[in-house]
Structures are given as C-alpha cells and as structure tokens.
C-alpha cells in the first residue's frame, strides 16, 4: 500500500533555530502533500496544502514566512519551522492523497526548548 | 457551521459491546467518507471508507452512510479493549482536500 515516510520522529530543538520536517512517497507519486498540525488532546488542524512545483496554499492564520514548505518533487516535502519558539511545539504530521484515502506519515513530535 | 462534525465524547463501552461512532457533514455534494483510528501520540491509520448509502462491513467494523441525511457512521461490534482511540471522520468533496472531524474519543472498558 501507499506508504509515506516523515522523518524525524522527534526533535527538540533551541528557541530560535529552524527544524526541517521530511515527507516522503515511497511508493507512489504525491503531487499534492497535506500539512497538519495537532495540539494535545486536539485534532488535525490543516497548516498548508503543498504543490509538486508550486507554491503550497497556507490555510488562514498559518504564518507562510514561518512555515515554509518545499514541494520540490513528486516524492519529497518539507516543512521547516524557522526561528522556532515554544508555541510552535506541536506534533506535525503530513499526508498525501493515495488511491484509497490520505496517507499520514508517521509524525513529527517537535518540542522547542 | 463546520465541514464535518463529530461527537467529541468521550464515549465508554464495555468489552463486547457494539461502539457506534457518528459524523455529520455539511456539503451535500460530498463524494467519498472515511474513518481513521489515531492513537496517542500516533498518526492517523485510515480504517474505512465508503462511497456509496449503505453499508460496508469489513471484520468488526461497519460504516453506514446516508447521504440523504448527510451522515455517516462507524459500528464496532465486539469491542476490545484495543480499539480505544481517537476516530476520526473524513469527507472529500472531490479533488485532493479532505475535511476532518474533531474526533471522538472512544474508551473500551475491560
């Protein structure tokens, strides 16, 4: 089955450092990569819709300078939070449309510091 | 109003019982529904999907949709103490963007 890689699991990181979050397809094409969000005890909040080649579309309130996503090929997004603050900790997990519904990487845990 | 709406719970059953979960949606137009199982800490694992009004039963779980009344819902039968989870309902309305539900927490009491 569609199956997306998202690397890495968890990260801490320092107040005002920038993290880079890989997704990738591995076997399939993703030309269209989901972005979300989810606080503890909440649910999946779409960040951002990612284009192959395009720029990705920000939903309302999600800072695009702060968030910025790469969609450089049909098998790799990245989403990296720059100058990263505590608020930003939150658990980051991408999808990509397959046959059968989303497919979600696994997550990424970020706990800035 | 919200794209999809969901019962937030949370809801308790007791080892063996039938868990039965509902999802409305606003958008008559919706093509395609689906049901993901998040556990703590974990990503969404994508359990159903059902396209068309009826039912669609796969092991000990049944989805049921009625497009008429705009829902559509998730049976558990027999259920273990290892489908405790957040589920989630999903809607495309056709093209790649899918709505989710806020979940609903489901405990399964031994």
């Known amino acids: 089955g569609a199956v997306v890689s998202q690397h890495p699991s968890w990260v801490i990181c320092k107040s005002g450092t920038s993290v880079k979050i890989e997704c990738r397809s591995l076997?399939?094409?993703?030309?269209?990569m989901f972005w979300y969000r989810q606080f503890p005890k909440q649910s999946l909040m779409l960040m951002a819709t990612?284009?192959?080649?395009?720029?990705?579309?920000?939903e309302q309130g999600v800072e695009k300078d702060k968030f910025l996503i790469n969609h450089a090929s049909l098998t790799l997004s990245t989403l990296t939070v720059t100058s990263a603050h505590p608020e930003d900790s939150s658990f980051y997990i991408c999808?990509?449309?397959?046959?059968?519904?989303?497919?979600f990487g696994s997550g990424t845990r970020l706990t800035v510091v | 109003q919200k794209e999809v709406e969901q019962n937030s719970g949370p809801l308790s059953v007791p080892e063996g019982a039938i868990a039965s979960l509902n999802c409305t949606y606003s958008?008559?137009?919706?093509?395609?529904f689906f049901w993901y199982r998040q556990y703590s800490g974990k990503s969404p694992e994508l359990i159903m999907f059902i396209y068309s009004n009826g039912d669609k039963e796969d092991g000990r779980f049944t989805a049921q949709l009625n497009k008429a009344s705009q829902y559509v819902s998730l049976l558990i039968r027999d259920s273990q103490p290892s489908d405790s989870a957040t589920y989630l309902c999903?809607?495309?309305?056709?093209?790649?963007?899918?709505?989710f539900g806020t979940g609903t927490s489901l405990t399964v009491i031994p």
């Open positions: 990612s284009n192959e080649g395009s720029k990705a579309t920000y």
């Open positions: 958008d008559r137009g919706s093509q395609s």
């Open positions: 076997d399939f094409q993703a030309t269209t």
């Open positions: 999808s990509a449309r397959a046959v059968r519904g989303h497919t």
């Open positions: 999903a809607v495309n309305r056709g093209g790649n963007q899918f709505y």
